[in-house]
């Protein structure tokens, strides 16, 4: 069947266009769904034409796997509740460049013994001798190095954001430490290219990447997950395309640049969100836990009542409602949707403010609120709205405070100075909706909640919301 390898090529061609194309439609809410469906049956595409490929063995174990991976998937995709989304992406992430990972350790072990056939026909030997087949060894090494890092610091990711690992972790000396434990690593993956190949060279040269990533991870604070995420993410999409070319597979290839592609954007944009660097968020002390840094803010928190804060509402022309993590805790996005309605159909002209790194991954905020049902006509992004706040009578505030926090362009020694920020203060009237005094994720006092024009609206989000739709719903009784 002299055709085909031309099918299975055909086959990956049209994968890589689909997973393009998905990607495309990912770029806005209003397509994000089909986009992700496109995707999804694309990898179906790649799957299938994988299984025709004419040197597949142990189909059925393979077969096995994937599906035990589709059952674990579907399962956990229906049962992980929302507010739980961004650490079941760390772990799948973790997955797919532990994938990545072990591919490159089955190919580094195959590649190991007395006279080795590469995947050109080249022959490398024990002793180290030079190889057509070199540049497959060397990026079979760079793909099991960057999975192997993506694959443990995604896990510590996830420890984080589940809060089984709920401070960071540091000692002295912490940094050239892990320079040395990553020299080493590169060190040893130079001699595997180089042709010094041996289980026990490469046993040494993985645990070393696994420590890395695990050592690079621990001392980031929590506040900079949504970041690191996105950071392995591309990891993990440079490590599947370095495995594509060793296996020499098409769809491997595309679907990892794509991934790395846009996982670098993404990572770039997000610390451009928060006015840091990539090395800040890696080596910085952001979102240490602890106490607040910078000046001391004077004044006092106000509260109010439900009912006054829904009397302020009602009879506001324009109402910013500024949704963030606190919001998903409380699941409360329903709530704060059914009273928008009850807002708009008073005539008042009500629009949610999103910020880039609201909540703990991208788009996080923007999932909720579609899945309330919110039009995504009526969510603006922070450089849209923040032009409009000086006209807002009232911004209500629910579960958000680092990205509404003045002290990021007040304060030069806070550890958020020079963040953009959601200009929330520049309203005439702010309503705070939080469970209690404390400091938000960063560990960083809020000087929003001291200011004259802010009260606080104390309880659960979704039960502080719940008060309010009732005294609206008594106003107009």
Not at 410 to 438: F, N, W
């Amino acid at each position: 069947m002299a055709w085909l390898p031309v099918v299975i090529k055909a086959c990956y061609f049209l994968a890589a266009l689909l997973f393009i194309l998905g990607l495309k439609h990912m770029s806005s809410p209003r397509s994000a769904r089909g986009g992700i469906v496109w995707a999804g049956f694309g990898m179906l595409v790649a799957v299938v034409a994988t299984f025709a490929l004419p040197d597949m063995h142990h189909l059925g174990l393979i077969l096995a796997a994937v599906l035990i991976g589709v059952a674990a998937a579907w399962w956990s995709g229906r049962r992980v509740a929302m507010t739980a989304m961004p650490q079941m992406v760390a772990l799948y992430n973790g997955m797919g460049g532990g994938a990545a990972a072990a591919i490159g350790a089955a190919e580094l072990a195959g590649y190991a013994g007395n006279a080795i056939t590469l995947l050109d026909g080249g022959q490398f030997t024990a002793s180290g001798a030079a190889s057509p087949g070199t540049a497959q060894l060397a990026l079979a090494v760079l793909g099991a190095l960057i999975g192997s890092v993506s694959f443990s610091g995604s896990l510590i990711a996830f420890a984080k954001l589940q809060g089984w690992l709920d401070k960071r972790f540091t000692f002295p000396g912490q940094r050239v430490v892990n320079l040395l434990v990553l020299a080493a690593a590169v060190v040893l993956g130079a001699m595997i290219a180089g042709g010094q190949l041996s289980m026990p060279l490469i046993a040494a040269f993985f645990v070393l990447a696994l420590l890395f990533g695990l050592m690079m991870t621990l001392p980031i604070g929590g506040a900079d997950m949504p970041v690191v995420i996105s950071l392995y993410n591309a990891f993990t999409g440079l490590a599947v395309a370095f495995e594509g070319f060793v296996l020499q597979n098409e769809a491997m290839i595309i679907a990892g640049t794509v991934v790395g592609a846009a996982g670098t954007l993404l990572t770039q944009l997000m610390a451009k969100a928060m006015n840091r660097s990539i090395g800040n968020v890696l080596f910085g002390s952001f979102g240490a836990a602890g106490g607040a840094a910078g000046q001391a803010i004077g004044g006092s928190q106000k509260p109010i009542e439900a009912s006054d804060a829904a009397v302020m509402m009602a009879y506001a022309e324009r109402v910013v409602i500024v949704p963030g993590y606190g919001m998903a805790v409380a699941q409360a996005q329903h709530k704060v949707w059914e009273f928008a309605k009850l807002l708009i159909e008073r005539g008042v002209k009500v629009r949610f403010a999103i910020h880039p790194v609201a909540g703990r991954m991208p788009g996080h905020m923007n999932v909720l609120l579609a899945e309330a049902g919110v039009p995504y006509d009526l969510i603006a992004d922070m450089d849209d709205i923040n032009p409009e706040f000086p006209n807002t009578d009232v911004v209500l505030v629910i579960g958000a405070n680092d990205v509404v926090n003045p002290l990021a362009k007040t304060d030069p020694s806070s550890p958020i100075y020079g963040m953009p920020i959601l200009d929330v203060a520049a309203a005439r009237q702010v309503i705070v909706i939080k469970r209690g005094k404390g400091t938000g994720f960063a560990g960083i006092e809020n000087a929003l909640f001291y200011a004259d024009n802010a009260r606080m609206l104390y309880g659960d989000g979704q039960a502080a919301a719940g008060q309010l739709v009732a005294e609206l719903k008594a106003l107009d009784g």
